[in-house]
């Protein structure tokens, strides 16, 4: 059995670990050079704005929302990371750092009617740790976890899938 752990829209949440007047506001983090949106939050998803989009073709829709417009700052998202990281290794010794903002955690010892109250208080922690919010979707595979993740981001944050029909479902809407 498997955890998916991933940052919720992670540049963007680490700039507001730092900032806190981007909390509730529309915000993107842009590539290099500012050139494409690289990073959104929430409320800037709502607002239609696409990922790996040019900036220069959103600057009205930047304006009229007050959208904070934020340069990357990699040295930042690396650091976060790390903290990130080591708050779930604190956690588990069977951590497998699968990008800057996910890891995979094994958690074969956990009896499934613990699941939920396990991956809840890493949520938890790991937020009240770090300041950056996470998503934590569990499953039989890494793929069913990675699914469960994709519908935890969608609902209260976790979300434990390994009944066999509720498997089903979930992967006939996805």
């Excluded at 996470?134 to 993740?149: C, D, H, M, Q, R």
Aim: hydrophobic share 45%.
């Amino acid at each position: 059995m498997f955890a998916l752990v991933d940052c919720n829209n992670f540049y963007v949440s680490c700039e507001r670990v730092f900032n806190p007047k981007l909390e509730k506001r529309p915000a993107v983090v842009l590539s290099n050079n500012d050139g494409c949106v690289i990073a959104r939050s929430n409320e800037s998803k709502a607002l239609g704005i696409l990922m790996g989009e040019p900036a220069f073709k959103n600057k009205r829709l930047y304006k009229k929302y007050k959208v904070a417009v934020l340069s990357s700052n990699f040295a930042l998202y690396g650091d976060m990371s790390q903290r990130v990281m080591a708050a779930l290794s604190q956690h588990s010794s069977a951590l497998e750092v699968y990008s800057i903002d996910e890891a995979f955690i094994d958690l074969s010892g956990i009896p499934v009617e613990k699941l939920l109250s396990e991956i809840t208080y890493l949520k938890v922690t790991v937020e009240q740790w770090t300041g950056i919010p996470v998503s934590i979707g569990v499953g039989l595979t890494k793929t069913l976890a990675k699914v469960a993740n994709h519908i935890a981001k969608r609902s209260t944050g976790v979300k434990v899938l390994i009944d066999s029909m509720d498997v089903k479902k979930s992967l006939k809407n996805l």
